[in-house]
């Protein structure tokens, strides 16, 4: 079967209030939405979050870099398409959006196939398609939702009435001691339900710097403790993050930024984090993300992938080292990307765990409404 024709196009979505993280405000949210139609008509989905900005840029790859690598090709030749798309982008980027791009192309390809098997994509990979653990994930820095503290509660308290036990909230944005305050709130609502992540989206610039604001969080975390410490340093600081793992207690975790099983394979070797975040939407696809998940699993590592929970949750459950899937509620209004969606294919979850989808492919649909009310020129 050939691929007769690649559709891409890209979507701007604002968040619902004023919100920022470490190192960056966000105001709207870009994904690029990637068609592939094959010559019978079968269509697959795939998407990326292109950033607060550049959507255009990510288009453009697809549409002038690596379109005409897939088109006219045999859809089934996945893993030979990704090196020639590869190849073809050595010059224009082997990293940043030409990867994004190529990550997009490639989900679209895989739910192809599900679909034209009548599959799951998670039954398609040779998967199972019981409920996965997943984690509520938030605590971004939002001003209008009052004082710290009691936003952090709030937010915990929202997240357990959903039925999640585990929780992950922003560091970084704010001095230590602050952070360190919002650590405590939320440990004394979770209590001895659930375990708390922290998130520092690249805040902290030296290893001294992440290691005082670690142990702060540690302390202000008392007996209970911290399931990981979440990108403390910058992603090109590889062996700044093997050595901050090798100093606190706290396991570190990285990747939803690294491209491609090299950036990887570096993780690995120099032993930079017990916990992989790789996000199939950054890393290359789902090639390249089952890639780097295999190899995780052949040192022992564990994944606990970023964003895109209605694509991660076909992943987590092919794989054996799955640690935990991450959630991001629609109410919340940060990970929007489920605003492109038909309410029926939305995610669905109970019990602190989400279900895999049983319908063909990822089991997504666009509400081609909301793409057209948000598709940027």
């Known amino acids: 079967m050939t691929i007769t024709r690649i559709r ?13 993280m470490s190192n960056r405000a966000l105001n709207d949210r870009h994904y690029a939405l990637v068609e592939i139609t094959d010559d019978t008509g079968a269509t697959g989905l795939g998407y990326t979050y292109a950033g607060t900005s550049g959507g255009a840029l ?6 002038d870099l690596l379109a005409p690598v897939y088109l006219g090709a045999d859809h089934n030749d996945v893993h030979g398409l990704w090196s020639r798309a590869y190849q073809e982008a050595l010059l224009a980027g082997r990293r940043g959006a030409v990867i994004r791009a190529l990550s997009a192309i490639d989900i679209a390809l895989w739910d192809l196939r599900a679909k034209r098997a009548g599959l799951p994509l998670v039954s398609l990979l040779g998967g199972s398609t ?19 503290t009691v936003a952090v509660r709030k937010e915990i308290e929202f997240n357990a009435g959903q ?25 004394e609502a979770i209590g001895d339900t659930g375990r708390l992540a922290l998130d520092a989206n690249n805040a902290y610039r030296s290893v001294p710097e992440a290691r005082s604001a670690i142990e702060a969080f540690e302390r202000a975390a008392g007996e209970v403790g911290l399931w990981w410490f979440e990108e403390p340093l910058a992603p090109d600081a590889i062996t700044g993050h093997a050595e901050l793992a090798r100093q606190i207690r706290t396991p570190v975790a990285t990747g939803e930024i690294h491209q491609t099983r090299w950036e990887f394979r570096q993780l690995i070797e120099v032993g930079a984090a017990p916990i992989l975040q790789a996000d ?7 090639t390249e993300w089952l890639r780097v998940a295999h190899a ?12 895109h929970h209605n694509l991660h949750v076909h992943l987590c459950g092919a794989v054996a080292n799955t640690l935990v899937v991450e959630y991001f509620a629609l109410e919340k209004g ?13 995610l669905r979850y109970e019990a602190g765990r989400v279900i895999v989808p049983s319908r063909p492919g990822l089991g997504i649909e666009l509400d081609e409404t909301a793409v057209a009310e948000h598709e940027l020129g």
């Open 296 to 307: 995780a699993d052949a040192f022992g590592l564990q994944m606990a992938p970023h964003w």
């Open 334 to 346: 940060i990970y929007n990307f489920e605003r492109l969606l038909t309410p029926a294919t939305r």
């Open 163 to 187: 039925g999640f036990s585990d929780h992950k909230i922003k560091v970084g944005g704010l001095s230590v001691a602050e952070d360190a305050r919002r650590v405590a709130a939320a440990i």
């Open 130 to 148: 019981a409920p996965l653990p997943a984690y509520a994930s938030g605590g971004y820095y939002r001003p209008d939702d009052g004082e710290w």
């Open 280 to 286: 199939a939407g950054v890393v290359g696809g789902v």
């Open 58 to 63: 990510t288009k453009c790859a697809v549409d």
């Open 8 to 20: 891409a196009r890209v979507v701007g979505i604002p968040v619902d209030k004023p919100t920022r």
